[in-house]
């Protein structure tokens, strides 16, 4: 939690600094950590969200509404969305409770060419990954989905924070300082919408019905594996290592890499690598007679 915080703030303002020096061109690696540095704060937050990073309930949420600031996300409409995605994954019926939703390949042949066009344009990979991001982080997190149910005040309360913090980066850094904050939390956004949607997006993911539904298999073989190397999962707090997590929510992320390379061989998951990361961005729709992704049909 201090490292990634002393992280975030180190690398704005040695970047801020290098920037006003007139070297711009210098302050790119730090741009490029402190990116990162939100990815993790991110995925921090996201533990506090499951009570698994501290000990105590109460240590938990005071460290999720201060990572909030930092991270643009309302701390409890992360927490009721993402357990509400738990509690329904895999589960063809509650496709609303997935950050990115899927369609099935008979409901597609089934569609007019409007939800076609709308579908198309909402899974291309140019449209989804960089305005997706940017629209859910700078603008949708500011009255998420879900809002009334865990309290407006508190959604309130988290922009006036953000708003606070932001204005007090003008005060100490100007414009310059908004900038590379700007550019960070852009990076980061694509970046977080791109690890989202492989975490269940992927050709031999696990969607099906009730009563045939199948949750320890939903978490095992619905959430992926990501191989991008050990320097990755460091960067991105081991959320790579998904399938471990829906497993067992209550393991905080430094423990999943543990985890996860000790379970037994007859165990490993199948690791997703980076060429088969970027092909699974080509797969759109749900196919329940073959039990897979596929693309759109030709």
Not at 57 to 76: C, E, K, M, V, W
């Amino acid at each position: 939690f201090f490292g990634s915080v002393a992280g975030y703030f180190g690398a704005l303002f040695i970047g801020v600094a290098l920037v006003n020096a007139g070297v711009w061109w210098a302050s790119a690696p730090f741009v490029i950590v402190l990116t990162f540095a939100i990815c993790r704060l991110f995925v921090l937050q996201h533990d506090t969200g499951h009570h698994s990073l501290f000990e105590t309930r109460a240590q938990n949420d005071l460290a999720g509404y201060i990572l909030s600031i930092f991270t643009f996300t309302p701390y409890r409409a992360m927490q009721y969305n993402h357990n509400q995605h738990h509690a329904y994954l895999g589960n063809l019926d509650h496709r609303e409770t997935t950050e990115i939703h899927t369609m099935t390949l008979r409901e597609w042949n089934a569609a007019p060419f409007k939800t076609r066009l709308w579908y198309r344009l909402y899974r291309n990979p140019l449209i989804l990954l960089p305005v997706g991001g940017l629209f859910t982080y700078f603008l949708n997190y500011r009255w998420p989905k879900n809002t009334r149910i865990v309290g407006v005040l508190g959604v309130i309360g988290h922009n006036v924070m953000l708003f606070g913090w932001l204005y007090t980066l003008y005060l100490l850094a100007g414009w310059t300082g908004l900038g590379v904050l700007a550019v960070a939390v852009g990076i980061a956004a694509v970046l977080g919408v791109f690890m989202v949607f492989l975490q269940h997006n992927f050709e031999d993911t696990y969607w099906e019905r009730r009563p045939d539904l199948d949750p320890q298999v939903a978490a095992l073989q619905g959430s992926s594996c990501l191989d991008f190397g050990w320097f990755f999962d460091f960067a991105v707090a081991n959320i790579t290592l998904h399938d471990i997590h829906h497993f067992n929510a209550r393991i905080p992320s430094y423990r999943l890499r543990a985890c996860h390379y000790n379970l037994p061989d007859d165990m490993a998951p199948h690791r997703v690598k980076f060429g088969e990361a970027i092909r699974a961005l080509g797969l759109k729709l749900w196919d329940e007679d073959q039990k897979r992704l596929v693309p759109f049909p030709a």
